[in-house]
Structures are given as C-alpha cells and as structure tokens.
C-alpha cells in the first residue's frame, strides 16, 4: 500500500512541488496551510509522515511538533526558509526525525522521506526477524519497533530507534558519529554532526525518563558508547 503523506506549508507553491515529487515516487499526499490543519487532520487520519514547515503562521512547526509528541510518535519532517541551526537543533530536539532548507531538491526531499519510512516501517524480511536486543534491563525487539527498560515501555521515533539498535548491535564498540549516522541514515543522506548529537541527546533523555540515566556515554575525541544500561 502507498504512503499517506501530510504536507504542512502555508506556500501553496511549495505544497504543489512537494505533494508532486512525493506522489510521483508512489505515495499518497494531503495538503493543509497551516499548523492547526495540520493536528486536526492528524486527529481524523494519522499519516505515514508528515512534511512539517517551520515557518508557519499563526501557530509555527515546532509548536505542531510539541502538540503531536503529546501523543503521537509519526514522523516528522522539517522545513525551514531559514538555514539557522537553532531552528534545526530545537526542531529535532523536539522530535523532528530530519531537517531540510528551502530552496530545496524535490528528489532529496523524497530520498529523506523515503530513509525515514523505512526506519519506521521495516520491509518484509525485517519484519519477520522477531528476535530481540538485549543489554542490561533495556531491551529492544525491532519486529515491533518496541523497547523497554526494566519493563518500562520506551516511545522512540524511528530515528531514535535505528540508533539505539546500532548500539545495541554492538555492545562493546565505540561508535563514532560516522558510525551512528550510518546506523540512522542511509549512506547517501548527510547529516551535520549536531544533528547526531540531537538525537543522542533525545536517546539519553528519554531513558533518564524511565529511569536508565547510564545509557549513552561519551568517548571524548572518538565517539559514543552504550552504557551498563542498569546491568
């Protein structure tokens, strides 16, 4: 079945180029103008992925963001006139799974939905790989795109997730940032390296959450290694 995208821009120019290129690439699209379209058009029918620009009037992206993560782990794509790094640190740090500038490429665009859905949707085969990840009291069965800690369930967007497996894959290593993008990322997306730090920091907090607050620690000059994990 086709992807149901939501695309959020208040430019009706932007919102035909995008909902173009994505249902040129096999998806399905809906278009709103602005961000409280947007959450009432996630309350009749959750999409796939939401296209989410920053810039909105009246009520921006990231406030959409904020109100979505209350209750929803959809992924969520950014968009910003603005190449400014505070906007794409506060945007993934509030949940944000990626981040693109405008002007941009349709065909990037549809190349980072595409990495974000097959992060939250894994293919076929992925699917019928039931077995789990254990390390400590956390414990993470990607079947499911489930995880806990200590029984403590664990809401993880699929970034989120795809990195915290790519630790618990290899317990012992150090992972460079290289490394985590990878595991994230597929390997023809670039991302800063303060975008990996964003969403290491999300990781890390959310653990403390529920009680885990040895999960992620930093290797000074060389990268990230996975905590005792309460073990």
Same mark, same amino acid.
């Given at each position: 079945?086709?992807?149901?995208?939501?695309?959020?821009?208040?430019?009706?120019?932007?919102?035909?180029?995008?909902?173009?290129?994505?249902?040129? *690439?096999?998806?399905?699209?809906?278009? %709103?103008?602005?961000?409280?379209?947007?959450?009432?058009?996630?309350?009749?029918?959750?999409?796939?992925?939401?296209?989410?620009?920053?810039?909105?009037?009246?009520?921006?992206?990231?406030? %959409?963001?904020?109100?979505?993560?209350?209750?929803?782990? @959809?992924? @969520?794509?950014?968009?910003?006139?603005?190449?400014?790094?505070?906007?794409?640190?506060?945007?993934?740090?509030?949940?944000?799974?990626?981040?693109?500038?405008?002007?941009?490429?349709?065909?990037?665009? @549809? $190349?980072?939905?595409? @990495?974000?859905?097959?992060?939250?949707?894994?293919?076929?085969?992925?699917? $019928?790989?039931?077995?789990?990840?254990? =390390?400590?009291?956390?414990?993470?069965?990607?079947? +499911? =795109?489930? $995880? +806990?800690?200590?029984?403590?369930?664990?809401?993880?967007?699929?970034?989120?997730?795809?990195?915290?497996?790519?630790?618990? *894959?290899?317990?012992?290593?150090?992972?460079?940032?290289?490394?985590?993008?990878?595991?994230?990322?597929? +390997?023809?997306? =670039?991302?800063?390296?303060?975008?990996?730090?964003?969403?290491?920091?999300?990781?890390?907090?959310?653990?403390?959450?529920?009680?885990?607050?040895?999960?992620?620690?930093?290797? =000074?000059?060389?990268?990230?290694?996975?905590?005792?994990?309460?073990?």
């Amino acid at each position: 079945m086709p992807h149901n995208i939501l695309v959020a821009d208040d430019d009706p120019h932007i919102r035909e180029i995008i909902c173009f290129a994505l249902e040129k *690439a096999g998806m399905k699209t809906a278009a %709103v103008a602005d961000g409280a379209a947007a959450l009432q058009a996630v309350e009749r029918r959750a999409p796939d992925l939401i296209v989410l620009d920053i810039g909105m009037p009246e009520m921006d992206g990231l406030e %959409v963001c904020r109100r979505l993560r209350q209750k929803s782990d @959809v992924p @969520v794509l950014f968009l910003s006139a603005r190449d400014e790094e505070i906007d794409r640190i506060l945007g993934l740090e509030m949940g944000g799974d990626d981040y693109v500038t405008k002007p941009f490429s349709p065909r990037e665009l @549809v $190349a980072r939905v595409n @990495v974000i859905l097959r992060r939250a949707r894994p293919v076929v085969e992925e699917m $019928a790989d039931d077995r789990a990840f254990a =390390h400590g009291k956390l414990i993470l069965v990607p079947a +499911s =795109h489930a $995880a +806990s800690f200590d029984g403590r369930p664990l809401t993880l967007t699929a970034i989120e997730f795809a990195i915290l497996k790519g630790f618990l *894959a290899r317990p012992l290593h150090v992972l460079g940032r290289d490394a985590v993008m990878a595991n994230a990322y597929a +390997s023809n997306i =670039h991302v800063s390296e303060r975008t990996v730090d964003s969403h290491i920091r999300n990781v890390r907090a959310k653990l403390a959450a529920v009680g885990c607050a040895d999960a992620i620690a930093t290797v =000074h000059g060389v990268g990230f290694r996975l905590g005792r994990c309460g073990g």
